[in-house]
């Protein structure tokens, strides 16, 4: 049930394979006789620097994977120096986040809920226990049907809780994720951009943007990033593989800010194509999740570790020294 709760798509999961397939239509164009003896691989998120252009997306449930859940997912980001997105719907509290890895780079990733307080609550602790930026998310007005989960009538196993939200709903009535049901808020809008800009002074960023009308919208609302996200296929199935939906967004917003892509990103190389298509930096959710499983923080390590190594390679290969030399001109789609 909980390998299937992770590894699931909506429906028929088109969305969630085709996050994959897509890089595999994108070919390199390497260029040769560079100086690559020495690399730099690091990069910078909205000002502050990580050690290379990959960090860890916001999923829930991370107890389900391994009994420290998201406590050890922030100590292994902490460790390998690049940025953790907390899920609202994480199994530890954000203060518990917070002091398993003090000084790590953290954004806070929301669900605005019907009940405003309790989201008003949350992004004003998120900033007061140091998270350094907001990431609305922006596809789930209602939850996408999981048909796996449906199969399996999956519930979150009792002992576990949704710790930022004990307490937060009234009532004995629960969905399957332990809230009672529907109660994301339906409703929000562009116009909710400016209440959040209202309660704190964090930067917004704003993940699950598709298309260049909403990418030019949320630049117009005054957000400081996008990430180009599907859900990784959770959501609306049928949906484009997020590294296809990457450049119609960087074309839209026109440097304005920074352009971020979760979704489909097993290998080094595929980093690679993601920032040669202009975004600044990518977030692995499923990897992350599968390195839990298989050994808590030295695991997700080992998995950060890997794509680290691979990606530094594949930029060596392809010529580039830099993040600051990856670039459009490296990558071509093939024709079909």
Request: aromatic share 8%; with cysteine.
């Amino acid at each position: 049930m909980a390998w299937d709760f992770f590894a699931a798509g909506a429906d028929d999961c088109c969305t969630r394979d085709e996050n994959i397939l897509a890089y595999k239509r994108i070919h390199f164009r390497p260029r040769m006789l560079r100086d690559v003896s020495v690399m730099n691989i690091s990069t910078k998120l909205l000002g502050t620097e990580i050690s290379f252009p990959v960090g860890i997306a916001p999923t829930g449930f991370h107890q389900l994977a391994w009994p420290d859940g998201e406590k050890s997912t922030a100590r292994a980001a902490k460790a390998m120096n690049t940025c953790y997105i907390a899920s609202t719907y994480s199994t530890c509290t954000l203060e518990e986040i917070s002091a398993a890895a003090p000084g790590g780079l953290r954004w806070f990733q929301l669900y605005i809920h019907r009940n405003r307080a309790v989201s008003q609550q949350l992004v004003q602790q998120a900033e007061a226990l140091g998270f350094q930026g907001l990431v609305l998310t922006v596809d789930l007005p209602y939850t996408g049907k999981r048909r796996d989960d449906v199969r399996n009538g999956f519930r979150l196993p009792p002992h576990m809780k949704l710790k930022n939200l004990e307490g937060a709903f009234e009532g004995d009535d629960r969905s399957e994720y332990g809230l009672p049901p529907n109660s994301v808020d339906p409703s929000v809008t562009w116009s909710d951009i400016y209440w959040l800009r209202s309660l704190t002074h964090l930067p917004i960023i704003i993940k699950g943007i598709l298309t260049k009308e909403d990418a030019e919208l949320a630049v117009r609302h005054g957000v400081q990033g996008i990430i180009v996200s599907n859900h990784g296929g959770r959501q609306l199935d049928g949906g484009p593989a997020t590294i296809d939906a990457l450049v119609e967004v960087v074309e839209a917003v026109q440097g304005s800010i920074e352009v971020y892509l979760d979704g489909g990103i097993r290998k080094g190389s595929d980093v690679l194509k993601a920032l040669a298509l202009g975004a600044k930096c990518i977030f692995i959710g499923r990897p992350a999740l599968w390195g839990l499983a298989y050994k808590g923080e030295e695991g997700l390590q080992d998995v950060l570790r890997i794509l680290q190594d691979e990606f530094r390679l594949s930029m060596a290969l392809a010529g580039c020294a830099s993040v600051s030399e990856i670039g459009r001109h490296l990558v071509q789609f093939s024709k079909l």
